[in-house]
């Protein structure tokens, strides 16, 4: 082959090249690497919340005003309440009850614990009309009221519920003189009870039977 021969076959050989070369089209460039968002300044973090505050302390009941008695006819009275009368008006055996306490069962069932001086505490069971009240007669002297009064005060600060006071001392016409009320209920627990006190005298504030009073203490229990 001449040399014009081989000078033409490279020049149509390098035109071949350039022509593909430039035919071709240039890979796209590969899509930027979107930049990473700075780490978290652990300086600048936001503070923690603040612990929820403790729920107040439930107040305390309040003190008892009256002190339990512990001698007299009112020691006696709130012991037949407490121990007699509740239990029997939430379905305790009147024997038994009776039996637990020093007192005896009389011919109407109900039970009696005589005392000196003319004082006695009679115990009148629940009835089926009445199955959760109870009934104690107490025979007293002359100014021992006031302290029966303040040992059924004492008594109901300490049920649980409390029984509160709804009538002190409310008078009212009888035969005789007045009546005087005083009572204390309480409800709470899915129960109601209640303590009636009532004093049957003359009009000078004197028991009616003169030297010796008589009264009565109605306890009743009721669920609901």
């Not at 300086?43 to 302390?57: C, I, K, M, S, V």
């Not at 305790?92 to 020093?102: E, F, L, M, R």
């Not at 069971?125 to 005060?153: F, K, W």
């Amino acid at each position: 082959m001449d040399r014009f021969r081989l000078a033409a076959t490279a020049t149509f050989s390098l035109s071949l090249l350039a022509g593909a070369a430039f035919g071709q089209t240039p890979p796209a460039d590969a899509p930027p690497t979107p930049a990473q968002p700075p780490a978290p300044d652990a300086a600048q973090a936001p503070p923690p919340a603040p612990a929820p505050e403790a729920p107040p302390a439930p107040e305390a009941p309040p003190a008892p005003a009256h002190a339990l008695p512990t001698a007299g006819i009112a020691a006696y009275v709130v012991g037949a309440l407490d121990k007699a009368c509740a239990p029997l008006a939430r379905g305790a055996a009147v024997k038994a009850t009776a039996s637990a306490n020093g007192m005896r069962v009389n011919g109407d069932g109900n039970l009696v614990e005589g005392l000196d001086g003319g004082r006695r505490i009679t115990v009148m069971p629940p009835t089926t009309a009445n199955p959760n009240n109870c009934t104690i007669t107490v025979r007293y002297q002359a100014g021992e009221d006031a302290s029966i009064l303040d040992g059924l005060a004492a008594w109901a600060e300490r049920r649980d519920p409390i029984l509160t006071p709804d009538k002190v001392a409310a008078q009212a016409p009888e035969d005789g003189g007045v009546s005087v009320t005083s009572t204390w209920l309480g409800y709470a627990n899915g129960r109601a009870e209640g303590v009636v006190f009532i004093l049957h005298n003359k009009t000078d504030g004197t028991p009616q039977g003169g030297r010796i009073g008589e009264a009565q203490v109605l306890y009743s229990f009721r669920p609901y």
